[in-house]
């Protein structure tokens, strides 16, 4: 079993910064893929950034650029960088982990065993 504590986010203006993290515990593998998904009201959940613990990065389109994800793999822990923020990324942020998959990191919910509860990301304009 894996567990996901996700800490960090909260308020900042438009143009400001914030960082989230993620810290694993349990059995974890070098081939697992952490991501994060966001959820903002009413719409569905979606991929923003994903790594393996061999640090290979994925991104969306709408935060390349501007959000940066990285991982202590001694410390099993993921963080996420956010720089000029813009109030569409106001959502929940969930870090997940995902145990099976190869290659390139999965972008969708449904491949992803475990989930974290999610903290508030909210930007103000």
């Known amino acids: 079993q894996v567990q996901l504590v996700e800490s960090g986010g909260g308020l900042v203006q438009a143009g400001g910064s914030l960082s989230v993290s993620c810290v694993a515990s349990?059995?974890?593998?070098?081939?697992?893929?952490v991501a994060w998904f966001r959820q903002a009201p009413g719409k569905e959940r979606e991929f923003v950034a994903g790594?393996?613990?061999?640090?290979?990065?994925y991104y969306a389109d709408s935060v390349k650029g501007r959000f940066t994800i990285s991982s202590d793999n001694a410390k099993k822990t993921v963080l996420m960088q956010m720089n000029s923020l813009k109030p569409e990324d106001t959502a929940v942020y969930y870090c997940?982990?995902?145990?099976?998959?190869?290659?390139?990191?999965?972008?969708?919910?449904?491949?992803?065993?475990?989930w974290g509860q999610g903290t508030q990301v909210t930007v103000f304009s």
């Open positions: 790594i393996r613990w061999n640090a290979i990065t």
């Open positions: 349990g059995r974890t593998s070098s081939r697992d893929a």
């Open positions: 997940a982990l995902d145990r099976n998959s190869v290659g390139a990191v999965p972008t969708i919910p449904l491949a992803y065993e475990y």
